[in-house]
């Protein structure tokens, strides 16, 4: 993963789909803002290739930084990547603009 730059995002794709690979910000349709907090927002999203519906929490890079919580996101990012439980989403997409 590159290095955080405090003007990017990250961008964490969570959802019940099947994972696919690598994919950009260009990939997806904003759908609507689902939910906002103090440091991300949480968007509905659409793949453009597939059609599918996806939650796609930005996160500010400059509130992770500023605030030294890059190690809590990377364990978050983490341990959704392993989860496969019914009532948990998982992750399928973890991606920062540069």
């Known amino acids: 993963m590159p290095p955080l730059n405090e003007t990017d995002?990250?961008?964490i794709i969570y959802s019940s789909y099947v994972k696919e690979n690598e994919v950009?910000?260009?990939?997806?349709?904003?759908?609507?803002?689902?939910?906002?907090?103090?440091?991300?927002?949480?968007?509905?999203?659409?793949?453009?290739?597939?059609?599918?519906?996806?939650?796609?929490?930005?996160?500010?890079?400059?509130?992770?930084?500023g605030n030294n919580k890059v190690k809590e996101i990377m364990i978050e990012r983490h341990i959704l990547t392993k989860m496969n439980h019914p009532f948990i989403v998982q992750l399928h997409y973890a991606f920062q603009n540069v």
């Open 24 to 65: 950009c910000l260009e990939d997806f349709e904003i759908i609507k803002v689902i939910g906002k907090g103090g440091f991300s927002k949480v968007l509905e999203v659409r793949k453009k290739s597939s059609a599918a519906i996806y939650a796609m929490k930005i996160i500010k890079k400059s509130f992770v930084i």
């Open 9 to 11: 995002e990250l961008h």
